[in-house]
């Protein structure tokens, strides 16, 4: 279940936990304790589903790549990068 935003809508692109997880290199279980702690927000559907917003996950993202080149953390591996790309396209996709 993924929106797409467009001009004339604000409605931000939501995807599961499981992509967010993809994007970001790391498993579910860790974006699920990110959302828990408040580094991430997500918003539940009627069934419990989480759903992130991309911005919010492409954010993290780049956060971590920042601090990557000040030697803090390892970098965000290029397989995640792909998989951030695969899931643009399927946003635009579902357009």
Do not use: H
Not at 10 to 27: C, D, E, F, K, W
Not at 58 to 72: F, H, I, N, S, T
């Amino acid at each position: 279940m993924q929106k797409r935003t467009t001009a004339s809508s604000a409605s931000p692109v939501l995807i599961l936990t499981s992509q967010a997880a993809r994007i970001l290199n790391v498993a579910p279980e860790t974006v699920r304790v990110w959302e828990g702690s408040g580094r991430l927000r997500a918003v539940r559907t009627a069934g419990g589903v989480r759903l992130f917003d991309l911005a919010d996950v492409q954010r993290l993202v780049e956060q971590r790549d920042a601090r990557a080149l000040l030697g803090r953390q390892p970098s965000v591996p290029e397989p995640a990068r792909a998989a951030d790309a695969t899931v643009l396209e399927a946003a635009e996709a579902g357009r």
